[in-house]
């Protein structure tokens, strides 16, 4: 196991900050990856670690693939993360929310956090009463009540749709079968968005009462979650925890394209490697996931929020899975390394024009 000093090299980030509370037995790592584009944004994490360390890697690498989301989607903000160690998944609190709560606040706007696994708009109402850095609340989207409409799931089709015209020459759904892992709030407005498009379906999850409920409401198949990456499809969807794709499951897959909104999906650096190499067409998690940060951002933005400015945007994603997934076959990369390698040359266009943000910025820009 790597130690601290081994996990802050590897990851260089800008500012990593341990905090606790025993009195509300609050345990926690704050991570700013890279603030050149401007105050970092990210989620916070709430999950029983087995330990410091590997709560750290968790944290760092979470905080690296919002710097790289950020920069995809061109959106002025850097890369960061935010996670509670707790003994079990039922250590939760109000309490327990707001003092991790102050701590965001002591960033002054450099850090603004939002939602992830363990952390539901209830914890974000509780953390909003201590700081105003928090996005995700329904409240503050003024967008059509009556509309259906989930920007990460969304954004989730739009890469999605655009692997299929590249592997398939035809961005319509309705001719797929999608496997999707894991049907938490992300993996089941994705699910929702492929009924409705026509695609043929099956789902998988721990949570076996909520896969009977869509199953008989949507009518979807169903399957084991321990390998339901091995399902015979078009599209496999990672929408739970990362480390999805390594050397055991890679081989066993049986589709064309993988396309999910989990956060670090590869287990390992060679796997990217392993996955372009076995034929296999992977939309970049920090692209796929894109719609979330896209729609949350925007709230940001002087002159506020804009529903069909965010529309445009998601829009974008399909363009940008294209373009990634043709130069990766013209250069004969995965593509996780082309989109990285975007991503990075836009941070580096603007670094004589946009230092690291050192001091509070204004919440608008």
């Given amino acids: 196991m790597a130690s601290t000093t ?33 105050p970092a944004g990210g989620g916070t994490r709430r999950y029983a670690y087995a330990s410091e360390e590997d709560a750290l890697e968790d944290v ?22 935010g996670v509670i160690w707790v003994d079990n998944e039922k250590q939760r609190s109000e309490a327990l929310y707001r003092s991790y709560a102050r701590v965001v606040d002591s960033f002054d706007g450099r850090f603004i956090t939002g939602s992830d696994v363990g ?11 201590e700081t105003e850095y928090v996005t995700g609340l329904p409240e503050q989207f003024p967008r ?11 954004g989730v089709i739009n890469a999605m749709a655009g692997c299929c015209e590249l592997v398939f020459g035809s961005d319509d759904l ?45 009518h979807v198949g169903t399957a084991d979650p321990e390998s339901i990456h091995a399902v015979d499809c078009d599209v496999f969807v990672p929408a739970a925890l990362g480390g999805v794709l390594n050397a055991e499951t890679i081989p066993q897959l049986e589709c064309e394209i993988v396309c999910g909104p989990a956060n670090n ?11 372009a190499d076995a ?4 939309a970049p998690d920090f692209l796929a996931s894109s ?34 997934g043709k130069r990766a076959e013209r250069q004969e990369r995965p593509p996780q390394h082309v989109a990285t390698e975007l991503a990075r040359e836009r941070i580096e266009s603007i670094r004589s024009i946009r230092p690291s943000m050192r001091s509070a910025p204004s919440p608008e820009w």
């Avoid at 952390?119 to 909003?128: A, G, H, I, P, V």
């Avoid at 999906?265 to 996955?275: E, I, K, P």
């Fill in 6 to 38: 081994d996990l802050l090299s590897e990851y260089n980030a800008s500012e990593v900050r341990f905090f606790r509370d025993e009195e509300v037995g609050l345990n926690g790592i704050i991570a700013l990856h890279d603030t050149r584009l401007g």
């Fill in 60 to 81: 760092l690498r979470l905080a690296e693939a919002m710097t790289y989301k950020y920069a995809l989607a061109g959106i002025d903000m850097g890369g960061a993360k």
């Fill in 119 to 129: 952390t539901d708009k209830e914890c974000l109402r509780w953390m909003s009463r």
């Fill in 144 to 154: 059509p009540t009556d509309d259906f409409f989930h920007a990460g799931g969304l």
């Fill in 174 to 218: 309705g001719d797929r079968h999608v496997a999707v892992q894991g049907v938490g709030e992300m993996g089941e407005h994705v699910v929702r968005y492929l009924s409705r498009r026509g695609a043929q379906v099956t789902v998988a999850d721990i949570n076996r009462e909520r896969v009977d409920q869509l199953a008989d409401e949507l």
């Fill in 265 to 275: 999906q590869f287990d390992s650096s060679q796997d990217a490697v392993r996955l």
């Fill in 279 to 282: 034929g296999v067409l992977h």
């Fill in 291 to 324: 719609g979330t940060i896209i729609e949350h951002t925007d709230l940001l933005r002087q002159g506020g929020y804009s529903h069909q400015r965010v529309l445009e945007y998601l829009r974008r994603i399909k363009d940008q899975m294209r373009e990634v």
